[in-house]
């Protein structure tokens, strides 16, 4: 009876490496993953530009769909979604990137506008000079000439009187605005082209630094409970990978929206922040991902016996509330984004009782602390 209490795995039985020797591996394991994540920086560099090029796409659509409901608004155009010759006026601003702006046109200035000549070279100056003589060397010097710049002082002295503001005439004039992300700093798009390039490097070397850590830790585990990281490992970044894509190809669209129209409401002019717009583009996905893994941790918490299946259905209205209050923590500060995170974590959730009543138990885990031998 004895031996068959004992584990079937002792900890120390074979061990022959030293405190010391165990952390000169994990300094081994460590230089490694970061060797790689230097090699994937350094290919991340290379395609930085595009990320950050990319990521600034939906912040730039959203940006010419609020000037658009702006302008239609300002203009007292009935709904677009009710009116097709509006709908159609719409799509024209957005496809175009137009803004409407109120001009009043001053009365047109007659000033003679002075020119300078351009830079030549002397062998061209000395035939420039022979040709002046006739009429069809003035003629070239004339095609020559450059305009020089005229002064918004210089216009008015040529009026010879101040506009009367009762003879000016309001028109409406569309202008195009492409206005995208702002840099109040001379290094910050430096930066930034960094941070993209390590975030891209370290995605694509994730899988060997995944491995040399990897390799470091299960060495210290038993058979059954590699096996588990091994079964469950998978399901991990299949919910992370769609908490990340719901975030970012969904999701931002609309949050974006929601903080434009919000900002609109209260006249706030908004001109985005390049550290701070790739910050938040960065924090919403990942806050999705993390929470994605929500089915996981209540299936863990169920099989080292710590919470029951019965919990989990009694406190439903106690998890609802949990689940928004976390919500609202790991979005940034709208209703739209954390609706959004919530809805999808309260199906998980639910999900997560169905994987714990009917996903059946394995040896080792959920019934004793080892694997009986």
């Given amino acids: 009876?004895?031996?068959?209490?004992?584990?079937?795995?002792?900890?120390?039985?074979?061990?022959?490496?030293?405190?010391?020797?165990?952390?000169?591996?994990?300094?081994?394991?460590?230089?490694?993953?970061?060797?790689?994540?230097?090699?994937?920086?350094?290919?991340?560099?290379?395609?930085?530009?595009?990320?950050?090029?990319?990521?600034?796409?939906?912040?730039?659509?959203?940006?010419?769909?609020?000037?658009?409901d702006r302008d239609l608004k300002e203009m007292g155009l009935p709904d677009r979604k009710e009116n097709p010759q509006v709908s159609r006026f719409y799509e024209f601003l957005t496809a175009n990137s137009l803004i409407a702006d109120v001009v009043y046109t001053l009365p047109t200035a007659s000033i003679p506008v002075p020119k300078k000549a351009?830079?030549?070279?002397?062998?061209?100056?000395?035939?420039?000079?022979?040709?002046?003589?006739?009429?069809?060397?003035?003629?070239?010097?004339?095609?020559?000439?450059?305009?020089?710049?005229?002064?918004?002082?210089e216009l008015m002295q040529s009026m010879g009187t101040i506009p009367n503001p009762d003879e000016l005439v309001p028109t409406i004039q569309l202008r195009r605005s492409e206005r995208g992300l702002s840099s109040l700093k001379i290094e910050e798009p430096f930066m930034i082209w960094v941070k993209a390039g390590l975030?891209?490097?370290?995605?694509?070397?994730?899988?060997?630094?995944?491995?040399?850590?990897?390799?470091?830790?299960?060495?210290g585990l038993h058979n059954h409970e590699r096996r588990y990281v091994y079964v469950y490992l998978p399901f991990s970044v299949v919910l992370f990978v769609s908490g990340v894509v719901l975030a970012f190809g969904l999701v931002l669209h609309y949050v974006l929206t929601f903080l434009l129209q919000f900002n609109g409401s209260m006249d706030v002019a908004v001109e985005p922040r390049l550290t701070y717009y790739v910050n938040f583009v960065l924090m919403l996905p990942l806050g999705f991902g993390v929470a994605f893994q929500l089915p996981l941790v209540m299936l863990f918490l169920q099989r080292i016996d710590l919470v029951q299946t019965e919990d989990y259905i009694s406190s439903w209205r106690v998890a609802v509330l949990v689940i928004f209050v976390i919500s609202m923590i790991v979005t940034p500060a709208d209703v739209t984004s954390m609706v959004a995170l919530a809805v999808p974590l309260l199906f998980l959730y639910f999900l997560g009782i169905v994987m714990c009543a009917y996903m059946p138990r394995g040896r080792g885990l959920g019934s004793e602390a080892y694997d009986p031998a």
């Fill in 1 to 68: 009876m004895e031996a068959l209490a004992r584990p079937k795995d002792d900890l120390f039985d074979n061990s022959t490496m030293t405190f010391g020797e165990h952390l000169e591996e994990l300094r081994g394991s460590l230089v490694k993953a970061i060797i790689w994540l230097l090699i994937g920086l350094a290919v991340g560099l290379m395609f930085a530009n595009r990320v950050v090029r990319y990521i600034q796409e939906p912040l730039k659509q959203a940006i010419i769909e609020y000037n658009a």
């Fill in 118 to 153: 351009t830079a030549v070279a002397p062998e061209e100056a000395a035939d420039s000079n022979e040709e002046s003589e006739s009429d069809a060397g003035e003629e070239e010097e004339d095609l020559l000439a450059v305009p020089a710049r005229i002064t918004t002082a």
């Fill in 199 to 219: 975030i891209v490097g370290a995605v694509l070397a994730s899988p060997m630094i995944f491995y040399h850590l990897w390799s470091f830790v299960a060495a």
